[in-house]
């Protein structure tokens, strides 16, 4: 594979859509998103570049570069999932660092956006060595009038007993109901 301008070009990681190259595009090294040729699923690039473009004017996910019909272009995030990075955080980074995540799930939320993944967000958040979040992967994300990224998000707080189930259960029926984020937010303290 080549593209113009990107040097380095090189294999990063595959999932079940997409193939991640890095390499240098202007003295910036950047992720290169590609069709898995084993996929069956349709325009998941472009629909990445679109939501990716329409969430970088409110400061979520990676910085988007460019794209065409083969691939979407974006700046590298240097960090490590959110999984990894946890068994070495002090409880008060932990809290910074989920409601922040939630902050964007509200977010999210509030778009009539549903990115389908935050029920198990450990491939899909990058905590950057500055301990600012950054979600990834918006290939499945589409709009509804039902978005479920705050619900989602406080189902794997529960899952990884991070948060306490009956409240959750409490508090999520509440968020469904008003869309309000504060007791959620209250919670995760």
Do not use: W
Not at 6 to 20: A, D, E, P, T
Not at 78 to 95: A, C, N, Q, R, V
């Amino acid at each position: 594979m080549k593209i113009n301008q990107v040097k380095n070009l090189k294999y990063f990681s595959k999932g079940k859509r997409g193939i991640i190259y890095t390499g240098i595009y202007k003295k910036i090294k950047v992720a290169i998103k590609t069709k898995n040729p084993n996929s069956t699923a349709i325009d998941k690039i472009k629909n990445e570049a679109k939501y990716m473009q329409l969430l970088n004017k409110k400061k979520i996910g990676p910085k988007f570069i460019k794209s065409t019909n083969k691939y979407v272009m974006y700046k590298f995030v240097e960090g490590e999932f959110i999984d990894e990075l946890f068994l070495t955080l002090t409880k008060s980074k932990k809290i910074q660092i989920l409601k922040d995540v939630m902050i964007q799930c509200h977010i999210l939320d509030k778009l009539g956006i549903d990115k389908e993944e935050m029920h198990h967000p450990h491939k899909h958040i990058i905590i950057t060595k500055t301990l600012k979040p950054v979600l990834i992967d918006f290939e499945r994300s589409h709009h509804t009038l039902k978005p479920k990224n705050v619900t989602q998000f406080v189902e794997y707080l529960r899952r990884i007993k991070f948060l306490p189930k009956k409240l959750t259960i409490k508090t999520s029926k509440q968020y469904k109901k008003d869309h309000n984020i504060k007791p959620i937010l209250q919670m995760i303290k």
